[in-house]
């Protein structure tokens, strides 16, 4: 329902009904969270961590390029960090 929801506040391109609408959906994903036993802060601590150490990798990669940064370029340095990090 929170999804629907957020989807029409996109639809409207309002900045202020997106805002409201994707506060309820995380919201609600808090929630399905606390009913299946995983603890929202913990997961989302492990994904910002995740997120900084492949970004990281992204960063070397780019700046060994020879060419300015595209988005093909990043999301190809994105995918190789993914893979790195797969590896380990």
């Not at 639809?11 to 969270?33: H, K, P, R, Y």
């Not at 900084?52 to 340095?77: D, H, K, Q, W, Y």
Request: proline share 1%.
């Amino acid at each position: 329902e929170e999804f629907g929801e957020f989807k029409d506040a996109m639809a409207q391109n309002s900045a202020t009904a997106i805002e409201e609408e994707m506060g309820d959906l995380l919201f609600s994903l808090v929630n399905v969270c606390r009913h299946i036993g995983v603890d929202a802060e913990a997961a989302v601590g492990k994904s910002s961590a995740k997120f900084s150490r492949r970004f990281a990798i992204v960063e070397e990669l780019i700046a060994g390029a020879s060419t300015t940064p595209s988005l093909a370029l990043m999301e190809r340095a994105w995918q190789s960090a993914k893979n790195r990090e797969d590896e380990l």
